[in-house]
Nanobody
Framework: QVQLVESGGGLVQAGGSLRLSCAAS????????MGWFRQAPGKGREFVAA????????DYADSMKGRFTISRDNAKNTVYLQMNSLKPEDTAVYYC?????????????WGKGTQVTVSS
């Protein structure tokens, strides 16, 4: 069991940057694959990025490659999402997630989400 709390969302202008953080509580954080998903208004939840337990393997949705970077600090039980060159279409609620397996499936554990709004 793992509990996830996101932070770092907010309002930013197009072209700007934000860094999301996700603090995890519970045991064996490094055993979990960590992921970020997002949900824009009126749309379904969308995979953003994932990172394996060791932090040496990552996966990104095509539209985020080169703009977003996922990382983790296992000593701090925290995963990050650095978002650069933000676009209005990146506006969404961003969810931190955890699962036993790497992939783009619906992960087992979810935080409550943090709102990111990108103005044009």
């Amino acid at each position: 069991q793992v509990q996830l709390v996101e932070s770092g969302g907010g309002l930013v202008q197009a072209g700007g940057s934000l860094r999301l953080s996700c603090a995890a509580s519970g045991r064996h954080f490094s055993n979990y694959v960590m992921g970020w998903f997002r949900q824009a208004p009126g749309k379904g939840r969308e995979f953003v990025a994932a990172i394996n337990g060791k932090g040496d393997s990552t996966d990104y949705a095509d539209s985020m490659k080169g703009r977003f970077t996922i990382s983790r600090d296992n000593a701090k039980n925290t995963v990050y999402l650095q978002m650069n060159s933000l676009k209005p279409e990146d506006t969404a609620v961003y969810y931190c997630t955890a699962d036993a397996f790497m992939g783009r499936h619906y992960y087992d554990y979810w935080g409550k989400g943090t709102q990111v709004t990108v103005s044009s």
